[in-house]
């Protein structure tokens, strides 16, 4: 049973200046909580145990609000607030943290790197800081990710979602070996090619399972595109040499929110706030009447 994981939050979050100038892209808020919380509680609903964070500069914040407030508690408890005292119930999960930093930016594939130690020889899922998958993370793609992991016997399981083909140029895309179903094996990968060049339109969705050969492969994975060291350039090594490979796609409920620049960042927080069980119908109809 893999019940750990490895959550990169280094990156910058450059295109989401001046939001992100002080604060981790993954503390924004999208709804009621920040985008990481999602995240963690998706990861803890399929069975994970044990979070590495992959941290950098100025992400403090992370590691604060995954903290037990002992005061805070005290505090609401006193003053019978239990209300707001069950928003706090996802510190008190049975979870354990790590962090470490990444100490110089190197790209995604260099962050996972740096788990190495860490997560020494076990298998792990690999789910980024900034992407929610399902309204409100109502998802168990990474359980059912796990069980194909172990069922197949492969050394790496990744998530797919299909994008309109003009977005191919900003994802990892999947070259699939035979007929596309809901699970499929992997050819190749390929980051962020062209157009012309892309082998399909699944593109990678911010979710994988990894077997410990991971750590070789990235350990040989020269800078890419951008001039980053890119897990896609690792897996490609592995799918190369014979490594099977398994794509799993995400289903219809299940979206992927990649936060990673404000239009996208516009467009999850109007779908949250807009199906808040309090909120939601009133914002429902102030949207309404601000487009009529
Ligand atoms: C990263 C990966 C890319 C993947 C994407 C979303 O890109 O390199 O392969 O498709 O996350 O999961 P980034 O968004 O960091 O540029």
Known sequence: ?????????????????????SQPKEMLPVGRKPIVQYV????VKSGIRQVLFITG?????????????????????????EEQLQELQFERE????????QRRQLGLGHAVLCGKAMIGAHPFVVALGDSIIGLNAESDIV???????????????VCFEEVPSEEVVHYGIAKPKGTVGEIFELADLIEKPSVADAPSRLAVAARYVFSPVIFDALAETKPGKGGEIQLTDAIHILLKRG????????ADHERRFDIGNFESYFQAFVEFALADPQYGAALHEHVRRLLN
């Open 1 to 21: 049973m893999i019940d750990l994981a490895l959550v990169p939050v280094a990156g910058w979050g450059t295109r989401m200046l001046p939001a992100t100038k």
């Open 40 to 43: 963690v509680e998706e990861l």
């Open 57 to 81: 500069q100025g992400k403090t914040s992370i590691e604060n609000h995954f903290d037990i407030d002992a005061p805070l508690i005290t505090y609401l408890r006193e003053t019978g607030r």
């Open 94 to 101: 049975d979870v354990e943290y790590f962090y470490t930093r």
């Open 143 to 157: 359980s059912r990710m796990t069980s194909i992991f172990e069922r197949e016997k492969a050394d790496i399981v």
């Open 243 to 250: 490594h099977k490979g398994i794509g799993v796609k995400l």
